[in-house]
């Protein structure tokens, strides 16, 4: 199957400071993206789907300024986390749709571990 | 995109089938059912999807029933790495919301 990488995979951050996730589609070529974040023992919660060139659509309640995506081209989006506090702990998961086949399908990153102290 | 229902949970011998149902009523014509688990701490890993039709791949096999109102995942040798949470979900071919509901936790005993 496809790949989608992120990076980092782990990164520990003071409060105050802003984060940058990138999430790259290796063999595909993305026509949506999509952001996630995960608290222990829940289900995966959809932040912001993005389009290539495109701004983010943002799901109700997340903070569009405090969660910034960029999807500047078909194999890549970040996802930067400003002025990040303990709250915003948390495993961040890309995922990235494209065409493979007949169908579209979608991939998912491994995932990030934020940990803001 | 339709929501889906899965059960919370749900134990299976190693070495027997593993039944997954999930009920997606509201799925419409266009909408694929896609499959994917979670294994603690990684991101989701795709296992299978159709349309209408039933699909078998190396992983498992998706049975969707003739209305598409609901459909089963079926792993046919349980191992115990099979363990996990796995995720029903429904997709448009447009480019739609993509969202999880709770998925079943799978627990493939020896």
């Known amino acids: 199957g496809a790949v989608v990488s992120q990076h980092p995979s782990w990164v520990i951050c003071k409060s105050g400071t802003s984060v940058k996730i990138e999430c790259r589609s290796l063999?595909?070529?993305?026509?949506?993206m999509f952001w996630y974040r995960q608290f222990p023992k829940q289900s995966l919660m959809l932040m912001a789907t993005s389009n290539e060139g495109s701004k983010a659509t943002y799901e109700q309640g997340v903070e569009k300024d405090k969660f910034l995506i960029n999807h500047a081209s078909l194999t890549l989006s970040t996802l930067t986390v400003t002025s990040a506090h303990p709250e915003d702990s948390s495993f961040y998961i890309c995922s990235a749709r494209g065409r493979q086949g007949m169908t579209d399908t979608q991939y998912f990153g491994p995932g990030t571990r934020l940990t803001v102290l | 995109d339709a929501k889906t229902t899965q059960p919370p949970s749900m134990d299976c011998a190693e070495g027997r089938a593993a039944n997954l149902p999930c009920n997606h009523s509201t799925i419409s014509g266009n909408e694929y059912v896609y499959w994917y688990r979670q294994i603690h701490s990684q991101g989701p890993q795709y296992i299978i999807h159709g349309l209408k039709n039933n699909e078998t791949n190396e992983m498992a096999s998706l049975i969707i029933t003739e209305d598409r109102k609901s459909s089963t995942l079926i792993l046919p040798h349980a191992t115990l790495r099979d363990t996990a949470v796995y995720y029903c979900i429904v997709l448009g071919t447009n480019a739609g919301k993509s969202t999880f509901g709770d998925g079943t936790t799978l627990t493939v005993k020896p």
């Open positions: 063999d595909f070529q993305a026509t949506t």
